[in-house]
């Protein structure tokens, strides 16, 4: 059930996820059932708007969500085989920062202002590492160094706020990286950066994979992002998986009305101009009331096609071809006839 | 979309050409004729040459920055917006594009006149209104609006959107002949809302509703000229060409001049009939859309264009990759002659001795470079 990854015990394996929140005005749904896997050496993109899950199922991988009554997390998070949902708090906080690691959205909310950037790094290295503060330092100037700060042993001595942004992505990458982390996340890491110093973020963690052939995951609402860096993507959709595959073939032959609907609403600059550009109608469901059947279904251009089914009966994610998954109650050989009739000559 | 509305729009208030010829059975078509005369009258009007709405002529915006907290001194100025020349004509769109610090912003607040220039003129519809003082430009603000980033905190929350969106109308003493109430609900279904929805607040809209709100809200006075500052990069993924195909439609439909400020390059490509890419201030490439996307002519515009992420996880075999060292250095402190010299692999000597002037290469194709060359980085 894994992507065109080679054959094996994944790396990450996610399984069943279910996250949901009670809140005063009801339960959220915000993770339904998600399972997909991720190998070493590999990059799986989740592409979603917001509201889709894919923050909270990185977050839930990370261990990050208080469990209580207000959060409910079921299902696996297998990390090299071992449960992490299950596993104790003090457990998985060992793993984190050890074993997998996390990149956020904004390097200026998620670094402490009142510490140099060299203390913060060197904090990081020394929980999981029983070193001096020497030699942690040294660790810090070469993974400055590593992510491409010029001058890396003055700018130790910095603090967050005399970096740019594009600087202070690339500490808060070399913070996430400096135990070698097997797994990756960096949720969203370039949105609040420009288009030139998001393609040296992007370039880097290129780089930083085939450095340490970890396995990385990027959240990302950007299509052309996802194309750039990914091997495989997972289009998400109120809490649940879409459609799963390579990223080559998903995006050569996507088979869901969603992906569909989010490829042809793009602009690109590799495309013929367009005069009006294809919409999808309406907007994304409250988590609250996830619609029934396939959460898609009140936005979807063809859920005649498929039936009462439509607004019933949850579709399976289920093999489309090898390695390509489709969650969708369209018969396989009418979703490929309007790929090939409907929509590719719109693309 | 409403007929009502058109018809409101081209009134004597309007003031502009260009607009759908009202249906015959509407009532009260009698005031049209008229307006349609003014309209014309108006377009006639010379505007500073050609069909132009607005022409910016050596526009310049300076910060002071003081240091020190018990004598306060002078420590240079950012200079936000450094001698920025264009012109937008009527019905048309121009795009405008950079990085953050590029002034962009600045550029759109000093057309607005949210912000006074420093130096340099703005010109509108025939009118220098670089200095009018706040009640010169109050009858301005009628045909200047603007549409902002953020739909969360550019709509007051304690605020009904009847009121949101009448607000413009009030303070403009517009009352329309069918009242206030009315012509509001026909700018919620302008833009796709409920005209029911009138007496809820913007926290009960989406996003993407609110931003439809802010649209609405943006044409109540009936503008000629709208500045929108990024108006889909908050927005989710599908929302976006909604909000994108309503304001061409707007446009097609009212004859309205956009300025439309975006890092985007592939929406403000879709949007704009000419592009200005600006960088520290200054405009360093101006050109048609296809001639900018196809043939741009300035290495900083190459870079650009050659980091957008395409959606084809086939496309980066076949494109070139430009990738430009550091970052946008401070508008406080920027380089001296060419301000991209830093970065940029082609500079020369005299990139660092003498500020390349925006000259027109081709035509209507003007770039700021030393060495400027096609390329298709697409």
Redesign the interface.
């Known amino acids: 059930m894994t992507g065109p990854a080679p054959a094996g015990t994944p790396f990450l394996q996610v399984r069943d996820l279910t996250v949901s929140f009670r809140t005063d005005d009801g339960v959220v749904h915000a993770v339904d059932r998600l399972s997909f896997s991720v190998e070493r050496g590999r990059t799986l993109g989740i592409v979603g708007?917001?509201g889709s899950g894919k923050s909270v199922t990185s977050l839930a991988i990370m261990g990050l969500h208080r469990r209580g009554r207000r959060v409910s997390i079921d299902g696996e998070i297998r990390l090299d085989g071992e449960d992490l949902v299950t596993a104790p708090a003090e457990r998985v906080r060992g793993l984190r920062g050890q074993r997998m690691a996390m990149i956020f959205q904004d390097p200026l909310s998620s670094m402490h202002p009142q510490f140099t950037v060299g203390e913060q790094i060197v904090e990081a290295y020394r929980v999981h590492n029983r070193v001096s503060r020497a030699a942690a330092r040294r660790r810090a100037t070469e993974l400055l160094e590593l992510v491409g700060i010029p001058e890396p042993a003055r700018r130790l001595d910095d603090y967050p706020h005399q970096f740019?942004?594009?600087?202070r992505q690339r500490a808060m990458i070399a913070m996430a990286v400096s135990c070698n982390p097997e797994l990756l996340i960096a949720d969203e890491p370039t949105t609040a950066l420009?288009?030139?110093?998001?393609?040296?973020i992007?370039?880097l963690m290129r780089e930083l994979q085939k450095e340490f052939n970890s396995a990385i995951i990027i959240i990302t609402?950007?299509?052309?992002?996802?194309?750039?860096i990914?091997d495989d993507i997972l289009v998400m959709y109120a809490g649940q998986a879409m459609e799963h595959g390579g990223?080559?073939e998903v995006?050569a032959h996507a088979e869901h009305p969603y992906t569909w609907?989010?490829?042809q609403?793009?602009?690109?600059?590799?495309r013929q101009?367009?005069t009006?550009?294809?919409?999808?109608p309406g907007?994304?469901p409250s988590l609250i009331n996830v619609p029934p059947g396939c959460p898609f279904h009140p936005r979807c251009t063809y859920r005649e096609l498929a039936g009462p089914a439509a607004s019933t009966v949850r579709p399976p994610l289920a093999e489309a071809s090898p390695g390509h998954r489709v969650a969708c109650h369209l018969p396989v050989d009418e979703r490929r006839r309007l790929l090939r009739e409907e929509v590719t000559p719109t693309l | 979309m409403s007929d009502n509305l058109a018809k409101d729009l081209a009134s004597p208030a309007a003031g502009e050409g260009a607009m759908p010829t009202p249906p015959a059975d509407a009532p009260a078509t009698g005031a049209v004729p008229a307006a349609t005369a003014d309209a014309g009258a108006l377009r006639d009007r010379p505007a500073g040459g050609g069909d132009e709405l607005v022409r910016v002529t050596d526009l310049t915006k300076l910060f002071p920055v003081r240091r020190g907290t018990l004598v306060r001194r002078g420590a240079g100025a950012v200079r936000a917006v450094d001698g920025v020349s264009f012109a937008i004509d009527r019905g048309t769109t121009l795009g405008l594009v950079g990085?953050?610090g590029s002034g962009k912003s600045t550029a759109g607040r000093l057309i607005s006149r949210l912000l006074e220039p420093t130096s340099g003129s703005v010109v509108f519809d025939g009118q220098d209104i670089s200095h009018l003082s706040s009640r010169q430009l109050r009858p301005l603000r009628r045909d200047i609006q603007m549409i902002f980033q953020d739909p969360y905190s550019s709509l007051n929350p304690r605020h009904t959107i009847g009121a949101i969106v009448a607000a413009p109308m009030r303070i403009q003493k517009q009352v329309p002949r069918r009242g206030v109430r009315d012509r509001v609900r026909e700018l919620l279904e302008l833009v796709g809302l409920n005209p029911e929805h009138y007496n809820r607040y913007p926290n009960e809209f989406?996003?993407?509703?609110r931003q439809r709100i802010g649209i609405a809200r943006a044409l109540a006075t009936r503008p000629k000229l709208i500045i929108a500052d990024e108006p889909v990069s908050a927005l989710?993924?599908?929302?976006?060409?909604?909000i994108?195909?309503l304001l061409?439609g707007l446009r097609t439909e009212f004859g309205l001049t956009y300025l439309f400020i975006a890092?985007?390059?592939?929406?403000v490509?879709?949007l704009s009939d000419r592009v200005a890419v600006m960088y520290l201030g200054q405009i360093i490439e101006l050109a048609d859309r296809t001639d900018l996307?196809s043939g741009a002519l300035h290495p900083y515009t190459h870079?650009?264009?050659?980091?957008?992420?395409?959606?084809?996880?086939?496309?980066?075999r076949r494109r070139e990759r430009i990738?430009?060292h550091d970052?946008?250095p401070s508008p406080l402190n920027p380089p001296v002659a060419c301000r991209f010299h830093p970065r940029c692999w082609k500079a020369q000597e005299i990139c660092r001795t003498e500020a390349p002037p925006l000259l027109e290469r081709a035509p209507g194709h003007q770039v700021a470079c030393h060495f400027p060359e096609k390329r298709d980085v697409?």
Do not use: C, K, W, Y
Request: charged residues 20%; without cysteine; glycine residues 6%.
């Open positions: 708007e917001s740019s942004g594009g600087m420009d288009v030139t110093v998001q393609a040296q992007l370039d609402h950007d299509l052309g992002v996802v194309a750039e990914s990223v080559e995006f609907g989010l490829l609403s793009i602009t690109r600059l590799d101009l367009e009006t550009l294809r919409t999808i907007s994304p | 990085e953050s989406s996003g993407g509703q989710d993924v599908s929302i976006r060409a909604q994108i195909n061409d890092h985007d390059l592939s929406m490509r879709h996307f870079a650009l264009l050659s980091a957008v992420p395409i959606p084809d996880p086939t496309s980066h990738r430009l970052e946008v697409v």
